[in-house]
């Protein structure tokens, strides 16, 4: 069974430019995360979909992040524009319900 | 107060040594309690879900205190192999799960 799919594995792009990360959660997995993690640091939620319903988002930066996840399948998380700040790995993780979540690869971005 | 606090680290033990990791975490609500490990460069990916009552895997033993709001874990007979960062993870109910900081663990020959 294939695991959760990120693209592209590394970006990296100049400040103020735009980007977007897709992740194609494992088939049948109604709730997928997008995390944000720094070096040392553990993974940090920025946005939880339940099928396509996005039920928590209090911790993505809405006025630069967007993430979508239509049709409750695969979902993008774009950032308009990037800042230096945001250079981190990106994670999506997508999960049955409760259950533990499956984390894909990550996106290892760089901001220049 | 974070809401799940682990000890850094680093913990350099010799091969074959035991190691216990010990979590905090400040939501007495939680319910689901799980370990997760995380290679460098790589994704983090489940090691064991902690129960109630204690549970093993191998060499691997986790433990969850209610009362005081605290979770470990137990590695018996370090390998090289478990060299990883080890992060503890905490949810309550139908919420995301909330991960600590890691511990690093380095298991020396």
């Known amino acids: 069974e294939a695991g959760v799919v990120q693209s592209p594995r590394y970006k990296i792009i100049e400040k103020k430019q735009p980007v977007a990360f897709w992740c194609n959660p494992i088939s049948g997995h109604n709730t997928l995360y997008w995390y944000l993690q720094n070096l040392g640091q553990g993974p940090e939620l920025l946005i939880r979909?339940?099928?396509?319903?996005?039920?928590?988002d209090s911790q993505l930066p809405k006025d630069r992040f967007s993430a979508e996840r239509l049709k409750g399948v695969d979902s993008t998380l774009k950032i308009q524009p990037a800042e230096l700040g945001d250079s981190a790995v990106y994670l999506c993780?997508?999960?049955?319900?409760?259950?533990?979540?499956?984390f894909g690869q990550g996106t290892r971005l760089t901001v220049v | 107060r974070k809401e799940v606090e682990q000890d850094p680290g680093p913990f350099n033990v010799p091969e074959g040594a035991t190691v216990a990791f010990n979590c905090t975490y400040s939501n007495s609500a939680s319910q689901s309690f799980f370990w997760y490990r995380q290679d460098c460069r790589k994704e983090p990916k489940l090691l064991m879900s902690?129960?109630?009552s204690g549970n093993e895997d191998g060499r691997f033993t986790a433990q969850l205190n209610r009362a005081s709001q605290y979770i470990s874990l137990l590695i018996r007979d370090s390998k090289l192999s478990d060299s990883a960062t080890y992060l503890c993870?905490?949810?309550?109910?139908?919420?995301?799960?909330?991960f600590g900081k890691g511990t690093r663990l380095s298991v020396i020959a």
């Open positions: 979909y339940e099928n396509e319903e996005a039920v928590d």
């Open positions: 993870v905490v949810n309550k109910g139908n919420t995301p799960l909330v």
């Open positions: 993780a997508s999960s049955l319900g409760r259950a533990e979540a499956f």
């Open positions: 902690v129960y109630s």
